[in-house]
C-alpha cells in the first residue's frame, strides 16, 4: 500500500511537471566533523541657490585643478558639481624575454605587490558563486589539527611536484612528469594567479598530482585516531576521497588536441550558440569522444541508431590522431552546439569536456558521474542537467529526449540555465578567484614556514612562455595576464552549517531519485500501450 501510494503521488508530480503544470575564524568556521513645512523649505532653498550661484562664479576666477587642490581630480560633464578621480593609468606586465636571456633568471623586478587603488568609484567585491564554499569542506579534514611539514610531506608518494609561493614568487621542484601538458598548463595558471593579484597570494607550500584518479581514502583517515590525511591537490575528487579539487589545466589551453584558452573559448561556444535556435536543432542527443578510455564509454555506444532500434541518440567515436593530422576540422566545440541534447559521460574520471557541454545552450544529459571537480557541485538536476541512469542508459536517454521534445520550453529553459552558469559564474575571472580562495585558505592551516627546497627551481612567465613553441606558446600568449586587477577577489560566503549542507545534498538526492520514478512511469505506460 505505501509503495502504491509513494508511485501514485509520483505520478502526480509527474502529471504536473510533464502537463501543463507550472513549468568566524577559519578553523573555527570549518571545523565541525566531517547560514518638513512648505514655506520653511521654500525659504531654505532660495538661500542654498543664492549661495550656489555665488559659488559657481567665484570658481570660474579660479584655476580649475585648485577645486580640492589636486591636479588628478575633475568636474564631471555629467554633473557639474560633482568631483570625480582622474583615472589612474592601468599597470600593464611585459614579457621581458631579452633579460631572461641575458641572466637566465626570472626578472628581480618582478610585481609581487601592488598599491590598492584608492577610488572609491570602483564596484565593491561582488558575491562568490555558491558552489565556491566547497572550499572549506573540501579543507575541513585538517581544520583542528592544520598541516604540519610530516604530513605535507606523505603528499608526495604520487605527486607530480612541489609548489612553493614565498614574498610572491613561486618555486616548483618536479618529482615526476605529468602526462602531455598537464603540469605545464596547470603552473602557467598559478603564475597567471600571481600576475592578476601581485601580493595577496600569500605564502604557501603544495603538492600537486595532475593524474585523474583522487587517491587519498576517506576510510584511512575518516576513524577517530587516525593519522591526519596528506593534502594533495588534483583536479577531481569522489565521496570516497579526500584529495583538494582545483582548477583544471585546459583552462589555459590544451595544445595536444586543439583546445583554446578558455577566455576565447567562452566567446566562441556564446558565438556558436546564436548560430541556431533551440528549436531548429537537430532533436536527438549527442555525443562524441573516446570510447576506449573507460567501459561505460563503450556501453554508451550500444545506444546509437541502428536498423531495429532508434533510442533517440547520435554517438559518434574520436580518433584524435586521426583528428591531429586533419587539423582538428571536425573538432571545433563551438560548431557542435547543433543538437537540443548533448551527453556528458565520464572517461577513466572526470572529463574536462564537462564544461564545453554544458555551455551550449543544449539540454545535458549528464550520465551518473562518480567524480566532481571544483564547479560541479554547485550544479543541480533539472535545473541545469538531467540526470540519465547508469546502468540502463539506452532507455534513460530515450525518455529525456522524448520529454525534451515534448516539452520544449521547459527543456529549453534548462539548456539556457547551465550555458548562463558557464557564463556567468564560471567566467575565467571566477576560476582565479576560485584559486585564489583555495588557496589563501589552505595557506591558513600551514603550521610552518613554507621554504624553498635546494631541488626547486624559480618560475616565472618568462622562463616557461618565451622558450616555448608552436601551440603552446600561442595559448600562454592568448591567456597571459597583463594587468593587475582592479578589483578584489570576490567576497565568500561562511562555510555551510550542517542543516543547510543536509538541505543542499537532500534536495539533489530527492531530485535524482523523482526522475528514476519518472523514468519507471514512463516505460510501464509504453509496455501497457503496446500489450
Known amino acids: ?180 601538458s598537464r603540469d605545464i598548463f596547470t603552473l602557467w595558471g598559478i603564475l597567471q594567479l600571481l600576475r592578476k593579484y601581485p601580493g595577496k597570494v600569500p605564502d604557501l607550500e603544495l603538492m600537486f598530482d595532475c593524474v585523474d584518479w583522487p587517491v587519498i581514502k576517506l576510510q584511512e583517515h575518516g576513524w577517530p585516531g587516525a593519522p591526519p590525511p596528506p593534502p594533495l591537490f588534483r583536479y577531481c575528487g569522489d565521496d570516497e576521497t579526500l584529495d583538494i579539487v582545483f582548477p583544471d589545466w585546459s583552462f589555459w589551453g590544451w595544445p595536444e588536441i586543439n583546445i583554446k584558452p578558455w577566455g576565447l573559448l567562452l566567446k566562441d561556444l556564446e558565438e556558436g550558440n546564436r548560430r541556431s535556435k533551440w528549436t531548429d536543432r537537430e532533436p536527438y542527443a549527442f555525443w562524441k569522444g573516446n570510447p576506449k578510455v573507460a567501459k561505460t564509454r563503450e556501453d554508451l555506444l550500444k545506444c546509437n541508431v541502428s536498423e531495429t532500434q532508434d533510442w533517440n541518440a547520435r554517438l559518434f567515436s574520436q580518433d584524435w590522431i586521426k583528428e591531429s593530422k586533419d587539423g582538428y576540422k571536425k573538432s571545433d566545440l563551438a560548431s557542435q552546439c547543433a543538437d537540443r541534447f548533448k551527453i556528458y559521460i565520464e572517461g577513466s574520471a572526470w572529463s574536462v569536456s564537462e564544461k564545453y557541454i554544458l555551455a551550449c545552450d543544449s539540454v545535458t544529459l549528464i550520465v551518473k558521474p562518480h567524480y566532481y571537480d571544483f564547479f560541479t557541485r554547485g550544479l543541480m538536476p533539472l535545473q541545469h542537467y538531467w540526470p540519465i541512469q547508469e546502468d540502463d542508459k539506452c532507455r534513460s536517454i530515450k525518455f529525456a529526449v522524448d520529454w525534451g521534445n515534448t516539452h520544449q520550453d521547459k527543456a529549453q529553459a534548462m539548456g539556457r540555465a547551465a550555458s548562463k552558469f558557464i557564463q556567468d559564474e564560471l567566467k575565467f575571472d571566477l576560476v582565479y578567484d576560485y584559486m585564489f580562495h583555495l588557496l589563501d585558505q589552505y595557506s591558513k592551516l600551514l603550521r610552518f614556514k613554507p621554504t624553498i627546497p635546494p631541488k626547486a627551481v624559480e618560475i616565472c612567465a618568462e622562463s616557461m612562455a618565451c622558450k616555448a613553441k608552436g601551440l603552446t606558446k600561442k595559448f600562454m600568449m592568448e591567456s597571459l595576464v597583463t594587468s593587475p586587477s582592479e578589483t578584489s577577489p570576490c567576497a565568500m560566503s561562511p562555510p555551510y552549517d550542517p542543516s543547510s549542507l543536509h538541505s543542499v545534498l537532500s534536495r539533489k ?19 501497457k500501450l503496446q500489450s
Open 1 to 180: 500500500m505505501r509503495e502504491n501510494g509513494m508511485q501514485q503521488g509520483s505520478q502526480r508530480h509527474y502529471n504536473s511537471w510533464h502537463g501543463s503544470g507550472p513549468s568566524g575564524h577559519f578553523t573555527d568556521a570549518i571545523g565541525r566533523p566531517f547560514a518638513k513645512s512648505p514655506s520653511r523649505s521654500y525659504a531654505i532653498f532660495s538661500f542654498i541657490f543664492v549661495l550656489l550661484v555665488g559659488a559657481l562664479v567665484s570658481t570660474r576666477l579660479l584655476d580649475s585643478t585648485s577645486i580640492t587642490g589636486s591636479p588628478n581630480q575633475k568636474l564631471s560633464p555629467a554633473n557639474p558639481t560633482a568631483i570625480t578621480q582622474k583615472p589612474r593609468k592601468r599597470v600593464e606586465f611585459q614579457l621581458n624575454c631579452t633579460a631572461l636571456n641575458l641572466t637566465k633568471t626570472c626578472p628581480k623586478h618582478y610585481p609581487t605587490s601592488m598599491s590598492p587603488r584608492d577610488d572609491p568609484y570602483l564596484p565593491s567585491p561582488s558575491a562568490c558563486p555558491e558552489y565556491f564554499r566547497w572550499i572549506y569542506e573540501d579543507l575541513r579534514p585538517w581544520a583542528r589539527t592544520g598541516i604540519t611539514r610530516a604530513t605535507l610531506e606523505r603528499a608526495n608518494k604520487t605527486a607530480n611536484f612541489r609548489l612553493v609561493v614565498v614574498n610572491g614568487r613561486a618555486y616548483v621542484e618536479t618529482f615526476v612528469k605529468a602526462f602531455q
Open 509 to 527: 538526492e530527492n531530485t535524482l531519485g523523482q526522475v528514476e520514478l519518472w523514468e519507471k512511469i514512463y516505460w510501464q505506460n509504453q509496455t
